[in-house]
């Protein structure tokens, strides 16, 4: 049966006022504005995701800490781990995007593909949020798809190691944590994925999507997912301020391509979640987020 035109979930309450940071929460609403003023997509296309409840955020965090996010008592040490301001409204994002990467995975699976404009939490752990990543929402939804019997890949593109989600999912049979990112950056201790690729400061464009394709055709051998979740961080371009590789605009694009051939093209839904993207420029970051969007929908 032919895939079904994908589906974006958004919501506005995703933009949080955090101060002066270099994490941008505006951009999911550029985005959105930006796929809807140039007619890539309509307004019709758009969920909204709702508020979930408890049980969601604990299929993958303790109890205690979605406690201590929900009630503002983080202690000192974990809000500084988190590097974000608390407030009720960051609560509130936080748990919206675990609901709306749960809402596009169930998506993908039914229509073939969906676009979260937001998500992409791969730093969070079971017990505390790090690196701007209050919960995570990768492993949350990949949690809840393996509860239908079906299999997950994690395709994790950012820059940066998910290391939360290497930490959530490790026991989990039915899931296969993939991250490709670069090895001189944050987190300074990584975890172990099912399959990690470090990566040099100093590889190409080319490099990169050689070994991109490789490590997916081989996966695909070994583990035969019946989802994944693409982890589309815009943070590998070349004028990143959080990072240190060298790859343009048009690399990207080439990224996004060769997982939708893998996967979309073959059949295999696909859940897209935007993860990192911390350009100098933010319609860099608009820009190369709105590109992956347009190519899983127009291309």
Do not use: W
């Not at 035969?224 to 605009?249: C, M, Q, R, T």
């Amino acid at each position: 049966m032919p895939y079904k035109r994908p589906k974006i979930i958004y919501s506005k309450r995703y933009e949080v006022d955090i101060g002066n940071h270099p994490f941008p929460t505006s951009k999911y609403r550029l985005i959105k504005d930006y796929l809807l003023e140039s007619g890539i997509i309509s307004p019709a296309d758009i969920k909204y995701p709702a508020m979930p409840d408890k049980e969601l955020l604990t299929s993958v965090h303790t109890e205690e800490y979605v406690k201590n996010i929900r009630n503002g008592t983080l202690s000192f040490a974990d809000e500084i781990k988190l590097e974000l301001p608390y407030s009720k409204e960051l609560s509130i994002a936080s748990a919206l995007t675990c609901e709306g990467s749960r809402v596009a995975a169930e998506l993908a699976l039914k229509d073939g593909g969906s676009i979260h404009l937001g998500g992409g939490f791969h730093h969070a752990y079971p017990d505390h949020g790090e690196g701007f990543c209050v919960f995570n929402d990768v492993a949350v939804a990949a949690k809840k798809i393996t509860q239908k019997n079906k299999r997950v890949l994690i395709a994790d593109c950012d820059l940066h190691q998910g290391n939360g989600t290497a930490v959530a999912l490790k026991d989990n049979s039915k899931t296969y944590t993939f991250s490709m990112h670069q090895d001189n950056n944050y987190p300074l201790i990584k975890e172990k994925s099912d399959r990690d690729v470090p990566l040099p400061d100093s590889i190409s464009g080319m490099e990169y999507n050689r070994l991109l394709k490789k490590n997916l055709r081989e996966i695909k051998e070994e583990f035969s997912p019946d989802i994944v979740i693409y982890v589309a961080g815009s943070d590998l371009y070349e004028k990143d301020k959080l990072g240190g590789l060298s790859l343009s605009k048009e690399d990207i694009n080439r990224r996004d391509r060769i997982i939708k051939k893998e996967f979309y093209d073959c059949e295999i839904p696909v859940a897209i979640v935007l993860a990192g993207g911390y350009a100098m420029n933010m319609k860099d970051t608009v820009g190369i987020h709105s590109d992956t969007a347009r190519i899983f929908l127009n291309d």
